[in-house]
């Protein structure tokens, strides 16, 4: 687990494609802003996405946005920049997850 954090940290920044921004505002309303503010705060939980890693690794977080807004994200890493691929509310299940951590 510990990895995935370092993988984070040695980010450089967000690598936004114009599809992902759309998509996530149209159909979960949740802006690049508020994506990558759960990235910089706490409790912010990172997991291997197995089940959808085919050519590169994928991951998801659990985190919430400077207003609280509790938001899964699933992404992936290129090039030393995170990789936003979607991004929503948390549902129930991943709200009582985080919160066992918080």
Same mark, same amino acid.
């Given at each position: 687990? /510990?990895?995935? &954090?370092?993988?984070?940290?040695?980010? %450089?920044? =967000?690598?936004? /494609?114009? $599809?992902?921004?759309? *998509?996530?505002?149209?159909?979960?309303?949740? %802006? #690049?802003?508020?994506?990558?503010?759960? =990235?910089?705060?706490? #409790? =912010?939980?990172?997991? +291997?996405?197995? *089940?959808?890693?085919?050519?590169?690794?994928? $991951? $998801?977080?659990? @985190? *919430?946005? /400077?207003? @609280?807004?509790?938001?899964?994200? +699933? =992404? %992936?890493?290129?090039? !030393?920049?995170?990789?936003?691929? !979607?991004?929503?509310?948390?549902?129930?299940?991943?709200? /009582?997850? &985080?919160?066992?951590?918080?």
């Amino acid at each position: 687990m /510990d990895k995935i &954090y370092d993988i984070i940290r040695d980010c %450089t920044g =967000f690598n936004w /494609d114009k $599809y992902n921004i759309n *998509k996530n505002w149209e159909k979960h309303n949740v %802006t #690049p802003v508020e994506s990558e503010q759960v =990235f910089f705060n706490n #409790p =912010f939980i990172i997991t +291997a996405d197995i *089940k959808h890693t085919k050519v590169e690794s994928r $991951y $998801y977080a659990l @985190g *919430k946005t /400077d207003r @609280g807004r509790k938001l899964f994200i +699933a =992404f %992936t890493i290129r090039n !030393s920049k995170i990789r936003v691929i !979607s991004s929503r509310d948390m549902s129930k299940k991943e709200r /009582d997850e &985080y919160e066992q951590h918080n």
